[in-house]
């Protein structure tokens, strides 16, 4: 577990680390690989993360896994099948890469924000 003022954040060893960092699981969870929508777009980004590591451009690397965590860890069935027709839409890699950055722009910005936000207010209280 490492610290930060205020914060405690848990870490743990994931296996399938490149020099890119942590790649993302071959497989999806059991109850949502049940779900060809989400199975087919885990699938083509999976392909996107590792052509992101052929172009060596970490903005598109974290695009693609935006995209990936936001099928694995989405805040709702609804929301994982949003994104996933999102994904399987494209028809090149770029226009999966804007979808990531889409992503990234209105949904992960706002998170970080609010994080921040929270951070300080509980620094400002102590």
């Known amino acids: 577990m490492s610290t930060t003022p205020g914060i405690e954040v848990e870490t743990q060893q994931v296996v399938g680390e490149s020099s890119d960092g942590v790649r993302l699981p071959k497989e999806l969870p059991l109850r949502l690989a049940e779900n060809p929508t989400l199975t087919g777009a885990y699938t083509i980004i999976l392909r996107l993360e590792d052509d992101s590591l052929k172009v ?51 949904f992960i910005r706002s998170c970080m924000l609010l994080l921040l936000s929270l951070i300080s207010h509980a620094l400002r209280s102590s």
């Open 56 to 106: 060596d451009d970490s903005r598109k690397l974290v695009y693609a896994r935006i995209l990936g965590y936001l099928i694995r860890e989405g805040p709702s069935d609804q929301a994982r099948v949003t994104v996933a027709q999102d994904v399987i839409s494209c028809h090149t890699n770029q226009e999966k890469w804007d979808v990531g950055r889409m992503y990234f722009n209105h």
